[in-house]
């Protein structure tokens, strides 16, 4: 998604920059135009979408659902709103300023220090505990989709 097709996408948001890309969508940072305030905006092509569940009477995308499911989680990013728009679904969610994910670190400042490590793991530990309590389980955990 370019910027030039991304200001007219959605009303509310004025797409900035990319943030990232994986194996499911792009990430984007854009400006909430209501609040001011920088999300983060997950774009996927709704053909590349398996699973699908329910959101507030709206049929979504699992991924949306499972994350609506673990709102409450401590450290799991905050979903703010969903829709579609041009073949393709979109989550807004919390932008985290100067977070950078594990992998990104490592990359540019070598390996942790260990006690970093085990504090970084403990957290995780109990991330993914309290989010399998919620019922959902992540089964993509890499230095990727750890922010830092």
Same mark, same amino acid.
Request: charged fraction near 20%; include cysteine.
């Given at each position: ?10 009303? @509310?948001?004025?797409? *900035? ?7 499911? !969508?792009?990430? +984007?940072? &854009? ?42 989680? @401590?450290?799991?990013? *905050? ?7 041009? !073949?393709?679904? +979109?989550? &807004? ?56």
């Amino acid at each position: 998604m370019n910027k030039s097709e991304d200001t007219n996408l959605r009303a @509310p948001f004025e797409v *900035q920059e990319p943030l990232g890309e994986g194996g499911y !969508g792009c990430v +984007y940072l &854009a400006k909430d135009l209501a609040s001011g305030s920088q999300v983060a905006i997950k774009k996927v092509p709704l053909s590349g979408v398996d699973t699908w569940g329910w959101r507030q009477g709206t049929r979504v995308p699992m991924e949306a659902c499972l994350l609506q499911k673990v709102q409450t989680v @401590p450290g799991v990013i *905050q979903l703010n709103e969903c829709f579609v728009s041009d !073949g393709n679904f +979109y989550m &807004a969610m919390e932008f985290v300023p100067k977070a950078t994910s594990t992998y990104d670190y490592m990359e540019k400042c070598g390996k942790l220090p260990i006690p970093q490590i085990k504090r970084l793991f403990s957290d995780i530990v109990i991330t993914v505990q309290r989010c399998l309590n919620a019922g959902v389980s992540h089964k993509d955990i890499k230095p990727e989709n750890v922010l830092l």
